[in-house]
């Protein structure tokens, strides 16, 4: 059975920092470009950043400079280390075999609809 399972979310104080992990089995990241897409309440979907299997990464502009996407292949693992976190940041944050760009509606529904394994999400909340 294939599974993306996401752990690490929480709540923060801005300027914090949290560390997501997806773990992943039933396939291998060697395979994919890897994302990490997020969800706020109001907004569409974003993708966040994203990682090759040759370690090539990718950063939206909102997280340029403050987020570090990572990949340990061995252990099926992706990590994403925020720092800097502002409530804007504040998302369910969902890991994917997809590294596409999301234009309109939920993660849910369009990484449903790709055919690409994907995490049911992690909260982050950054608030004081």
């Known amino acids: 059975e294939v599974q993306l399972v996401e752990s690490g979310g929480g709540s923060v104080q801005p300027g914090g920092s949290l560390r997501l992990s997806c773990t992943g089995s039933?396939?291998?990241?060697?395979?994919?470009?890897m994302g990490w897409y997020r969800q706020a309440p109001g907004n569409e979907c974003e993708l966040v950043s994203s990682?090759?299997?040759?370690?090539?990464?990718k950063y939206a502009d909102s997280v340029k400079g403050r987020f570090t996407i990572s990949q340990d292949n061995a252990k099926n693992t992706m990590y994403l280390q925020m720092n800097s976190l502002q409530p804007e940041d504040t998302a369910v944050y969902h890991c994917?075999?997809?590294?596409?760009?999301?234009?309109?509606?939920?993660?849910?529904?369009?990484?449903?609809?790709?055919?690409?394994?994907w995490g049911q999400g992690n909260q982050v909340t950054v608030s004081s």
């Open positions: 994917a075999s997809d590294d596409t760009p999301i234009y309109g509606g939920t993660c849910r529904d369009n990484l449903s609809r790709r055919g690409h394994f």
């Open positions: 990682i090759s299997h040759a370690g090539n990464t």
């Open positions: 039933g396939f291998s990241f060697d395979d994919f470009t």
